[in-house]
Structure formats: C-alpha cells, structure tokens
C-alpha cells in the first residue's frame, strides 16, 4: 500500500504526539536517525533524478525499471530497519510492518519475480508516487529532528498524499492484475497436491485475495491520515473511537 | 440534599454526555449494585442488567453486581455513570456455538460431502487409516469440550459482547475447515514415520486429554459451594494435577500438547499453524492469570511459571 504513512510522524523524529509533548531521544539515537533519514532522502532522490534522466533521454518507459531496480531494491529493502526503530520512536511496529512489508512485496514478489509486467504504465505510476512520498517523508524526519522543520514540507506531507495514496494504490493494484496471467501459466511460487506436508499454496488465488484485501484497508489509512491531516495542520482535536 | 431517614439517592449519568438517565430515591444503603441494575432495567427495557457497566467514574471499571451501596465512596446522594457494554451473550451459549461449529465442519470434510473435494470423490473415504483415527480424535476433543461446558466450568463472568463471538467464531470454524480440508483430502499423505508416528501421537493425545479434563474438574471444585471468589489451585491425588507444581494454568499445557500430538498424528502444516497460534494465544492468557494469581494472593507459590515447567 502506498504508504504515505500512519500516525503522527511515524519513523525516526522526535515526535508530535497526541498531546503536543516532544519526546526526547537519546543523543547516539538522534544521530543515527539523522544519519538514516538523509541517506534516505538522498537515495530516493537519486532514484527520482535517474527515472527522469532515463524518461527524458529515451523518450519512453520501456527498461525504466531494469535500469533503476538496484537503487530502489537497495533503499527500500533497507527500510526494513524500520520496524527496529520502532523500538526507539514508539511508533506502532504493526503499522509500520505492514507498510514495509508491502512494499517488499510490490519489489520483491511482483516487480522482480514476474518480469513479464516490468514494462507496464501502472509500474511507472507506483514508482513516482513512491519516489515523491518517500522524498517528503524522509525529508520531514530529518528536518524534525533537526528541530528545524520548514512549513512548507510539512504541508507537503500532509497534503501530496491525497492525491498520491490513491494513485499509488491504482498503480500497484493494476501492476498485480496484469501479472495474474504469468503467474497462473508458469504457477510460480505454487505448491500442489500431493506431498509430505498436506499442504498446498496456490500464488494466483493468493494474490486475487491480496487485491481484495485493498478494499477494506485503503479506506481505513486514507482517513487516519485524513484525521492526522486535520490536526496537524489545523490544530483540531478528534475524538478516536476506543474500541 | 442527603435522603430522608436513612435511605440514600442515587442518580445515575451516561458517561459520556454526563446526561441523567434517572434517579432513584427511597435506595435501602445496604442495597447491592445488582439491585440498582434492575432497578435501572426497570425504567430502560432495553438495557438489560448484564449489558450495564456501572461505575463510580467516567472511565473506571465496572461495579460489581456483589458491592453494597454504602460501602461506596459516595455521600448519601450518589452519582453512578452508566455505559452501554452492547447486546451479550452468556459464556455457555458462546462455547457451545465455538465448538459445535468444528465438530460439524469437520465431518463435512471426512464424509467428503459433494461440494467439498469434487463430484468423482463424494461420499468415498481414504485408504489410510490415520484419516478416520483423526477424524475420532478431533470429535472426541470438541465432544468432551461441549461436555464440560455444560456439565464442569464454572464461569466467574456472565457474559462476553455480542461482536466477539462473530470474531471467535470465523476464527474457529475457518480453521477447522481449513485443516479437516486437508486432512481427509483425497490426495492426502500419511505421516512419514508411519505406524510408529501414529501410536505415539495417540498416546500423547489420550494423555493431554486426560490431563486437561483432569485441570478443568479441579478447577471446578475450586468453586463447588458457588461462590464467584478465587482460589489457589492446588496438586491433588490425580497424578495429572501434580503439573500444578509447576504451573499456574496446566490446562492450557495440556491443550497444547493435545494439539502438537494431532500435529504429529496427521502431519499436516495447517495444523501446525493452528497448533502455533493455539499455543501463542494461550500464553498470552496464562500469563495474565499468572499475574493475576501473584496480585491477589500474597502466598503464592513463587516457583510456578504460567505455561511451560521452568520456561515461559
């Protein structure tokens, strides 16, 4: 799911939290979060520059993402040390699990194992939307704990995702569609009937069951971001239904 | 003001808006919150006594149905919050309907019913004789749970909310339909170590049966003159409840031995995933009953753990 991501803040900055309270990290913490977020930011850049070079020297988006998949598996493999920042900047190891974890699995799973699809507009849409949101959020993290963070990215963060949430979701649902004719000729990935384990794994219904599960997730992040938007920018206070 | 002659006000507000939704006077001191709740079901149908958390303050816990009015922190007027807990289900109905379900499931499956595996293989049955052993096995567990829900436990709480059953229930019954797919499926492998797999499986899942029946009748001595209070559970002369010397919750120890053995009996992944769950999800709630025993009793035995002997 294109993670613009959850709550407040999210990875590595000292915090906005519900009641306004700064949360004080350690100074080797700070520094390597710093370290992590501008490196981030550069490396999404750098990704971003490399897809608008090619586009512009090739005219077309054909081999765009063979030529950019070593930079963007690195720095979005590299994410997975998030979660392990959760430890230090409380923010929920769930959410952020499931937003990393589906990208690995755009990355890994789709893009890389089935290359019949590299060459697909919806490929290209998910990776602007992912090198732009990345670019605001990380550079929101590095700023914030810096103490130093300009308005304009902040309304950046919290604005470009309304428009790109649902378009990185358009553009990775329609990659997994046009996928599904490969993965059901070569059932890659797949375990049938008979073997010692009586188990059996079928990739073509599994991926069918990933697309619907976008139907009730979507909707559940969009607004929580919506609801941080809201009391971010405009200071209001909202009620979170307690379950 | 104060009541007239001894008697108490009590004013009951939504803990929300802060509204009055009543106010009783005339309330006798020595009147238990179980009164005032029927009391209050009197004037709102709706909310019956077991839906009504009533509670001295807004976010606070609930008062329970045994506490005496003026035993309360409160002055001769009282002010009690109320909060609608949502429609309930009593404990009894709701594992009868969680454990009926696998049963039936899985005998869908084992009859190999029409829909299930295809029309060339309704209603045929397996050469091996590991499906039908697994097949008594899995009934046995869920008859002898059915059994005890209605015969052995005493629940110390009424009821649970409505919605957590539809949960509990899509959990439950997905799984058993999930693994007795499996199981009497007609491709099915038989365990790799064969007859000697089997045996030791059975023993093992005869053993955690009886051991955790064992837990569930003591447990439920505990509580014979039926009062609703805690006990510390003790070894008795059942050599199956000696695992309480070491334990706090033996029963959720023998329930996951029951399910590593129907692991090993069939040798299927699926199971080992409910098995992994199973055990996951009962440590969590040992650990809580662990903590709760060591918070309300001071001579608890210190070298108990909650699940496992020494580990966890």
């Not at chain 2, 029963?251 to 995933?273: A, D, K, R």
Request: positive net charge; contains cysteine.
């Amino acid at each position: 799911m294109a993670p613009s991501e959850e709550d407040g803040g999210g990875n590595g900055a000292v915090e906005e939290k519900e009641k306004g309270k700064k949360r004080k990290l350690g100074a080797l913490a700070t520094a390597w979060l710093i370290f992590y977020n501008v490196a981030m930011t550069a490396g999404w850049l750098v990704l971003g520059i490399a897809m608008v070079r090619f586009y512009i020297q090739k005219g077309t988006h054909r081999g765009l993402f063979r030529s950019v998949q070593k930079t963007l598996k690195f720095f979005q493999t590299f994410a997975l040390l998030e979660v392990v920042h959760c430890a230090v900047v409380r923010t929920s190891v769930l959410v952020t699990g499931v937003q990393v974890s589906s990208r690995i699995f755009m990355v890994w799973f789709i893009a890389h194992s089935i290359k019949q699809i590299q060459n697909e507009e919806s490929v290209i849409l998910f990776l602007v939307v992912w090198t732009v949101t990345e670019i605001t959020r990380y550079s929101f993290y590095t700023f914030n704990l810096l103490n130093h963070l300009p308005y304009f990215i902040k309304w950046a963060r919290y604005n470009f995702f309304i428009i790109l949430y649902p378009a990185g979701v358009a553009g990775e649902l329609l990659t997994i569609y046009a996928a599904l004719p490969y993965v059901k000729k070569t059932g890659m990935f797949s375990l049938r009937l008979p073997n010692k384990y009586n188990v059996s794994f079928d990739y073509y219904y599994f991926l069918i069951i990933v697309m619907f599960s976008y139907v009730p997730l979507f909707p559940q992040l969009y607004f929580h971001m919506l609801r941080q938007r809201r009391r971010v920018l405009h200071g209001e206070v909202i009620v979170e239904k307690d379950d | 003001m104060g009541g007239r002659a001894g008697f108490f006000e009590v004013e009951i507000l939504d803990w929300e808006t802060k509204k009055q939704l009543c106010f009783l006077d005339k309330v006798e001191p020595n009147a238990t919150i179980r009164e005032i709740r029927l009391m209050f079901h009197k004037l709102y149908p709706r909310w019956y006594p077991a839906r009504q958390s009533i509670k001295l303050d807004p976010k606070g816990k609930s008062l329970r149905d045994e506490e005496i009015l003026q035993h309360l922190p409160v002055g001769t007027t009282a002010t009690l919050y109320f909060k609608d807990l949502g429609p309930q289900i009593g404990w009894t109905t709701v594992f009868l309907i969680e454990y009926t379900g696998p049963l039936f499931i899985y005998f869908l499956f084992y009859f190999r019913m029409t829909f299930v595996y295809g029309l060339d293989e309704r209603f045929t049955s397996s050469p091996h004789p590991v499906v039908n052993l697994a097949c008594i096995c899995h009934s046995f567990h869920y008859i002898k749970r059915l059994i005890e829900t209605v015969f052995v436990h005493r629940f110390s709480r009424g009821t649970m909310p409505l919605r957590k059953i539809v949960k509990n229930c899509f959990y439950y019954w997905g799984f058993a339909a999930w693994l007795a797919y499996y199981i009497n499926h007609p491709l099915y492998t038989p365990p790799s170590y064969g007859k000697k797999q089997i045996n030791f499986a059975v023993i093992m899942f005869l053993l955690c049966e009886a051991g955790n029946f064992s837990i569930h009748v003591a447990l439920s001595d505990l509580r014979r003159n039926g009062s609703k209070t805690r006990k510390i559970p003790y070894p008795t002369k059942n050599p199956f409840t000696w695992l309480f010397f070491f334990v706090s919750c033996p029963n959720y120890t023998y329930e996951v031995g029951t399910w590593i053995s129907f692991t090993i009996m069939t040798q299927c992944v699926p199971v080992g995933l409910f098995t992994l769950l199973c055990f996951i999800q009962m440590t969590i709630w040992a650990k809580d009953k662990h903590c709760t025993y060591l918070r309300e009793f001071k001579d608890y035995p210190s070298h108990r753990t909650p699940i496992i002997p020494f580990l966890l």
